[in-house]
């Protein structure tokens, strides 16, 4: 099993000290969003080998033990999680790192841009991390021309940084944004995505359209895939390697949450409605304003989860 930690809010920001309280406990509850009395009890125990055994013809035999095989942070704001990276042991994990040049009256209540950078550069030392410059959308002030100088001083920040840059569209449809902001016409897609490969490729840095219908392959940018089994192949393969483990995915199904969305499966943990950054754009607000830590109550059931890779 991948963990997302997660689509619905930010837990690295903001619950910190709950996440790491569950990874203790070993489960978590996740109400379901569309009917929260449902609740699925989460087993999180991370995934070990147990033994491992060669027979005459030199075939290997793994037996594994655990179902947590990594986990996905998404997160617009990890800095509070750094100081406790050390207490995820032999746990592989990366991050999806949401940093734009928005102002206050787009982004309310994030930490200042040069800090966000800093905590950014300071997060690669310990992990792999993947930019998203998302979503790109337009607002008084905020035109082709600003996108195009911002995304600039922003890759040359984090050049040598990250090799990936994940981007999208606002989508203006969602309950939680705001009119206020709307999404390039398709002419001005073209015009932001010409000059982002450019700028990208010139800070060795790769450019990918996350849940994008858009054909934006002339331009040397490809589908995203935000929860990448090809990334944790590498990091599964890492944490054995002394073992001499062989580590590929068990097949290569899609469970992105969205249409065009090229993300493996994965278990999400987060609740909406429960993010304070304050994002005039955000599709995670859906309701009134909630906490997970709030208590819940209704009927608890064990989910089933898988291993999502093979290990021979």
Not at 167 to 179: D, L, N, P, R, W
Not at 236 to 243: Q, S, V
Request: glycine share 6%; net charge neutral; with cysteine.
């Amino acid at each position: 099993m991948i963990l997302s930690v997660s689509r619905r809010t930010d837990i690295p920001a903001f619950y910190c000290d709950w996440f790491f309280e569950q990874l203790g406990n070993d489960y978590v509850l996740v109400p379901n969003p569309i009917n929260p009395k449902k609740i699925a009890k989460i087993k999180l125990e991370p995934m070990k080998i147990k033994n491992v055994e060669v027979d005459l013809l030199g075939q290997k035999n793994v037996e594994v033990e655990g179902n947590l095989e990594g986990i996905v942070f998404w997160t617009k704001n990890p800095k509070p999680m750094i100081k406790r990276l050390n207490e995820f042991g032999d746990i592989k994990y990366y991050f999806l790192y949401t940093l734009n040049a928005y102002p206050k009256n787009v982004e309310a209540n994030l930490p200042s841009l040069e800090e966000r950078i800093e905590t950014f550069k300071e997060l690669s030392k310990h992990c792999p991390v993947l930019w998203r410059y998302d979503p790109i959308l337009l607002a008084d002030g905020i035109d082709v021309e600003w996108h195009k100088r911002e995304f600039e001083k922003l890759c040359r920040e984090l050049s040598g940084y990250t090799k990936h840059c994940k981007i999208s569209f606002v989508i203006e449809s969602y309950s939680g944004c705001s009119k206020n902001v709307w999404a390039p016409n398709l002419t001005q897609k073209h015009e932001i995505l010409a000059a982002f490969s450019q700028i990208a490729k010139e800070n060795n840095i790769q450019i990918e359209a996350c849940a994008e219908s858009g054909d934006w392959s002339k331009y040397g940018i490809a589908p995203s895939k935000c929860i990448d089994g090809e990334i944790f192949e590498e990091l599964l393969a890492e944490k054995f390697k002394e073992k001499n483990i062989f580590v590929k995915r068990k097949n290569n199904k899609l469970d992105g949450t969205r249409k065009f969305c090229g993300c493996m499966p994965a278990v999400d943990i987060g609740r909406y409605d429960t993010c304070r950054h304050g994002c005039n754009y955000c599709y995670a607000r859906k309701s009134i304003q909630k906490s997970m830590h709030d208590k819940f109550d209704g009927e608890i059931y064990e989910r089933k989860t898988e291993l999502e890779f093979e290990y021979k």
